[in-house]
């Protein structure tokens, strides 16, 4: 069956726009995205350092996307079976990067802008809870994630903020910015 063949890409578009389990929507589509395209280098930018950081040679661009993802990066040009699955793919991509976005905003809260420029969606989500004083296992419940994931994001979140406590994180949230460090 060719990659062109179209019961397969019916397939492969449905099921794009079905719900991820456990919330790891990003990892999903990224993995659905190099599968497709026949290239285990294809790359997703979730957010703007990221995006910043990205080398890729070969950008497909994601229709109307403002906000990262805007590209699918590669590191050469695509074969041209996988040019035009790209070619169909990718506004599919756009769309279910908006729908994604629409479910994993952290829980109606404003965030500094910091935190948009330097968190994914899931690290912004889990930061909102934790700064809010709720625990692992509750703050994985509520996401649906294991609580060492949540550990995990938490880990990553106060290495991109420079930030060492929840109590840190609760400071900037509250205030939209750092809070000023303390004398020595």
């Known amino acids: ?27 999903r589509v990224q993995s659905l995205v190099g599968e497709w395209l026949g290239r285990p280098d294809a790359r997703l930018c979730w957010s703007p350092a990221e995006e910043d950081d990205d080398g890729s040679a070969v950008r497909l661009p994601l229709p109307g996307r403002a906000a990262p993802p805007r590209w699918v990066g590669l590191s050469a040009p695509l074969e041209p079976d996988a040019q035009a699955v790209a070619l169909l793919l990718t506004p599919h991509l756009s769309t279910v990067a ?29 930061a909102v809870l ?18 060492r994931t949540v550990a995990r994001l938490l880990q990553e979140t106060y290495k991109r903020l420079d930030v060492h406590s929840r109590a840190e994180l609760a400071a900037e949230c509250a205030l939209g910015r750092p809070p000023t460090p303390t004398g020595q």
Do not use: C
């Not at 908006?98 to 899931?122: H, I, K």
């Open 130 to 147: 934790a700064a809010a004083g709720r625990k692992n296992d509750e703050i994985g419940e509520l996401l649906s994630i294991a609580p």
């Open 98 to 126: 908006t729908l994604m976005e629409r479910q994993t905003e952290p829980l109606n809260r404003q965030l500094p802008e910091r935190w948009r420029q330097l968190l994914t969606a899931r690290q912004a989500q889990v």
């Open 1 to 27: 069956m060719s990659a062109l063949d179209p019961d397969l890409l019916t397939e492969r578009i449905h099921h794009l726009y079905r719900p991820s389990p456990r919330g790891h929507w990003q990892r």
